[in-house]
Nanobody, 120 residues
Framework: QVQLVESGGGLVQPGGSLRLSCAASGTIFSIYAMAWYRQAPGKQRELVAAITHGGNTNYADSVKGRFAISRDNAKSTVYLQMNSLKPEDTAVYYC??????????????WGQGTLVTVSS
């Protein structure tokens, strides 16, 4: 099957930076859009940033100018560079990808989540 494994979360002070990574593995034929979502305590999961296979991006208004999403198609990996972090960015961050498998199944796959805590 398919797995998405995130890494890079942790504790950072306000104004600091973190880089999240998410690597896809398994019976993958092609990966279409990839995205990062986040869910803060007591809130709904929200889209943070998304990127198409060709590199077109879109961002939530709350992170524009501070976060940057990128991908390495050869490594089946998506990244989220987070700068000028604020306490309100504290959340569990989830990787998401639309994946076509070698058996011609399309999956909307999720990672297990990685916790980002912004606090002094």
């Amino acid at each position: 099957q398919v797995q998405l494994v995130e890494s890079g979360g942790g504790l950072v002070q306000p104004g600091g930076s973190l880089r999240l990574s998410c690597a896809a593995s398994g019976t993958i034929f092609s990966i279409y859009a990839m995205a990062w979502y986040r869910q803060a305590p007591g809130k709904q999961r929200e889209l943070v940033a998304a990127i198409t296979h060709g590199g077109n991006t879109n961002y939530a208004d709350s992170v524009k100018g501070r976060f940057a999403i990128s991908r390495d198609n050869a490594k089946s990996t998506v990244y989220l560079q987070m700068n000028s972090l604020k306490p309100e960015d504290t959340a569990v961050y989830y990787c998401n990808a639309d994946i076509a498998t070698v058996t011609w199944t399309t999956l909307h796959a999720w990672g297990q989540g990685t916790l980002v805590t912004v606090s002094s």
